[in-house]
C-alpha cells in the first residue's frame, strides 16, 4: 500500500543529542570555534559538588562507553579527555519552543511528546507541503539550517510507528514505518528492548518466555501474553505489531507523569533552615517548569537521602490542584518535617506528578484573593527569568549564596508518556 493509501500520516521528530546539540549550538552562535558535537562531551554535573550525573553525550564520547545516567567519576575513568558542561534548562526550553513554532507551520495539530520530541499529524497536508518524505527532509533540513542542530524524522500511519521509525538510524535522517511490510523488515528484528513501553523489567519477564525480538513478540499468541502480564501483554503484542489509535493532541501542553528535580549537595545539611533552603530552591525549579508546560499538580512528593545513604520519601494528595510556588512548598515542608527524624542529610528531591491543564483552578471564597496576589507574583518572575534568565530575580533568603537556586539542576527529569497508554 502507498502511503497516499494510508488515513493518518503521522511524523515524529527527535532533536539529535538535544541537550548537547542545544549547548553546542548557543556556544558556536556565540563565537566558540568548538563544536561540543565533534568532541568527547558530556552535560552534567559537578563532581566536586557530589552532582556528577551524565545526562547526555556526545557521539565520541559514545565510542569511549560514556553512557547516560552513570556517576561523573566514572565516566572520566573511561574517558579522561572528557569535556563536561553543566545543564542549561532555561536554554533547552526556548530551544525547544523554536522547534515547536517552526512544525507549527506545517500542521495545525502538533503534540510536544518530551521536551526534544514532537508528533505532527501530517493527514491530508500533502496538497501544501508535498509528499511525507520529501515534506519530512525538506523539514529536517530548514531546522538544522535555521535553528543550527539536527533531527530525525519518524513517519508512520500512527504514533507508535511514527516514533519507532525515527529511532532506526541517526542523526540527521527519515525513516518510515508505514506497511506492514516495512515494519516487519525494520523493526521486527530488533530486540524487544527496543520497543516503546518494555523496560528492564518487562524485557525479563519477555524473555522467560523465549521472546528475544519484537517480530517475536509479534508473533505471540495474545492470550498467553495477557495471562503472563495483564493488560500490559495486550498493550505490547498491539505495539509490536504497529498498532495504536492514540490521536496527535493538537496544543502547547507537554504530556507527562510528572516534573521532578533532585539535588546532592555540596556539604551535609543537618538543620530545618538549610534544609528549607534547598528544598525552596528545588520547589521554585518544579514549579517554573509546571506552569511552563501550563500544568497544575495535585500530588507532591519530597525525597530525601542520608549521609548514610538511606533513603526516604512522603508524597501527599492536595485538595485543589495548583501550580503556584509558595503553596506547593508549604506542602513539601510539611512532608518533610513528617519524615525526617535529623540525620544529617546529602540528597534532597521535590516531585509533583497526577497533573492537569492549568485552565481551570479549584478555588474557595476564602483563598481567592491572595491566590490571585501569588499567581501574578509567579508570573512576573517567570517572565523576567524568561527576559533575563534565572539569576535576574532572586529570593532573599538566598543572598548568603549558601544554596544557590538550582533552576533545573543535574537531578531534574520529566517522564512523558503516550495518551494510548492512560
Known amino acids: 500500500m502507498s502511503m497516499a493509501g494510508h488515513r493518518r500520516i503521522i511524523m515524529h521528530v527527535d532533536v539529535n543529542s538535544a541537550f548537547l546539540a542545544w549547548q553546542a549550538t548557543y556556544d558556536l552562535q556565540r563565537g566558540s570555534t568548538l563544536d561540543l558535537r565533534e568532541i568527547p562531551s558530556a552535560v552534567g554535573g559537578n563532581q ?3 552532582r556528577g550525573i551524565i545526562l547526555a553525550k556526545s557521539t565520541p564520547a559514545k565510542k569511549y562507553g560514556v553512557e547516560t545516567g552513570e556517576v561523573l567519576w566514572q565516566a572520566l575513568q573511561k574517558c579522561p579527555s572528557l569535556v563536561v ?21 506545517y500542521s495545525p495539530k502538533v503534540q510536544r511528546f518530551s521536551v526534544d520530541e514532537v508528533f505532527m499529524e501530517y493527514t491530508n497536508m500533502q ?34 510507528t511514527a516514533k519507532m521509525a525515527g529511532e532506526l538510524k541517526k542523526p540527521d535522517m527519515v525513516h518510515t514505518l508505514m506497511t506492514r511490510e516495512e515494519i516487519e523488515k525494520k523493526m521486527w528484528p530488533l530486540p524487544v528492548r527496543e520497543l516503546f ?7 525479563k519477564k519477555l524473555k522467560l518466555m523465549n521472546i528475544y525480538t519484537i517480530g517475536e513478540l509479534a508473533r505471540a499468541d495474545r492470550k498467553f501474553l495477557c495471562d503472563k502480564l495483564k493488560s500490559f501483554g ?26 521532578g528535580n533532585s ?8 538543620t530545618h533552615e538549610d534544609a528549607y533552603k534547598v528544598l525552596l530552591s528545588l520547589t521554585e525549579s518544579v514549579s517554573l517548569r509546571l506552569r511552563a508546560a ?3 499538580c495535585r500530588v507532591i512528593s519530597v525525597e530525601f537521602r542520608t549521609d548514610q545513604l538511606q533513603g526516604y520519601s512522603h508524597q501527599r494528595k492536595i485538595f485543589a490542584a495548583t501550580n503556584v510556588t509558595m503553596e506547593i512548598f508549604g506542602v513539601v515542608k510539611e512532608l518533610f518535617d513528617e519524615g525526617w527524624k535529623g540525620e544529617k542529610l546529602r540528597h534532597l528531591g521535590v516531585r509533583v506528578t497526577d497533573l492537569t491543564a492549568d485552565d481551570f483552578m479549584q478555588m474557595t471564597v476564602f ?23 534565572n539569576s535576574a530575580v532572586m529570593r532573599a533568603v538566598f543572598a548568603d549564596g549558601n544554596f544557590a537556586p538550582m533552576m533545573g539542576g543535574s537531578g531534574a527529569e520529566d517522564y512523558p508518556v503516550m495518551s494510548s497508554i492512560l
Open 48 to 50: 566536586a559538588e557530589r
Open 85 to 105: 558542561v553543566p545543564p542549561n534548562y532555561d536554554l533547552y526550553m526556548k530551544c525547544s519552543n523554536a522547534l515547536y513554532a517552526v512544525l507549527e507551520e
Open 127 to 160: 496538497p501544501h507541503f508535498g509528499e511525507p518524505v520529501e515534506a519530512a527532509h525538506r523539514i529536517k533540513d530548514r531546522i538544522r539550517k535555521e535553528l543550527g542542530f539536527t533531527v530525525n524524522v519518524g513517519i508512520g500511519p500512527n504514533k507508535l
Open 197 to 203: 513501553m518494555v523496560g528492564r523489567q518487562t524485557e
Open 234 to 259: 495486550n498493550v505490547v503484542w498491539c505495539y509490536a505489531n504497529g498498532l495504536d489509535e492514540s490521536p496527535v493532541h493538537a496544543g502547547y501542553n507537554l504530556i507527562m507523569k510528572g516534573i
Open 263 to 270: 539535588t546532592t549537595i555540596k556539604h551535609d545539611v543537618d
Open 294 to 296: 501550563r500544568a497544575c
Open 367 to 389: 483563598d481567592q484573593e491572595q491566590k490571585d496576589k501569588k499567581m501574578a507574583l509567579d508570573a512576573a518572575i517567570d517572565r523576567i527569568r524568561s527576559r533575563y534568565g
